[in-house]
């Protein structure tokens, strides 16, 4: 299976924008970056997923490199209700399209 | 359009016993998958439902079983409950198709003494 590294922590000053990074040296061509967060151990949200391309919606900014060996989450805003654990998945045909977790960022926005 | 719902949000067995959670889809979403998760293992996948087959099967023990209802409410179901199953139960739907996203809904916490 494809795998993701992530930083285990980061700190972001609350207003600034926040920079999540996503290494996957060894994805393959059909394969989707996913990102998902846990606020105090809720459910999983959604926040953004790509393929090639950069992608944008309300919550966020994916940027995508053009090899796709790394990606970026944008928060442009980050306030307090940011705080969480942000995942990065690799999800395509060798992972059944399931997904499988890593460790993820535990992304603390101070005041 | 209401969100994935999970019952019971909490619960508390003892070992040897056995217990059933259930998970109740997005509107129109056919595809359930269920995670367990652990502070020592994390997030893992647990297997997945559509069209009340299971599609997908992680690496668990038999005593994990599930099954999906022709309305697409899935239930997961765990027997002779040991320590270790305390965790966090997490179902997710998509639409069906398997590159679908998946949504999740806020989990069952089970704790088993």
């Known amino acids: 299976d494809a795998k993701t590294t992530q930083p285990p922590s980061m700190d972001c000053a609350e207003g600034r924008a926040a920079n999540l990074p996503c290494n996957h040296s060894t994805i393959s061509g059909n394969e989707y970056v996913y990102w998902y967060r846990q606020i105090h151990s809720q459910g999983p949200q959604y926040i953004i997923h790509g393929l090639k391309n950069n992608e944008t919606n309300e919550m966020a900014s994916l940027i995508i490199t053009e090899d796709r060996k790394s990606s970026t989450l944008i928060l442009p805003h980050a306030t307090l209700r940011d705080t969480a654990v942000y995942y990065c998945?690799?999800?395509?045909?060798?992972?059944?399209?399931?997904?499988?977790w890593g460790a993820g960022t535990k992304l603390i926005i101070k005041p | 359009k209401a969100g994935v719902t999970q019952t019971p949000r909490y619960l508390i067995k003892t070992r040897g016993q056995q217990v059933t959670l259930s998970c109740s889809p997005i509107?129109?979403?056919?595809?359930v998958s269920w995670y367990q998760q652990t502070p020592g293992q994390g997030l893992q996948f647990l297997f997945e439902?559509?069209?009340?087959?299971?599609?997908n099967k992680g690496n668990f023990p038999g005593r994990f079983s599930g099954r999906q209802f022709s309305n697409s409410r899935s239930e997961m179901n765990v027997s002779t409950l040991e320590l270790g199953d305390s965790a966090l139960y997490l179902c997710a739907s998509s639409l069906g198709h398997r590159e679908e996203t998946q949504y999740f809904g806020p989990g069952t916490r089970l704790l088993v003494l």
């Open positions: 998945i690799v999800r395509g045909d060798r992972s059944n399209y399931q997904l499988i």
């Open positions: 509107s129109g979403h056919r595809s």
């Open positions: 439902y559509f069209s009340e087959t299971q599609r």
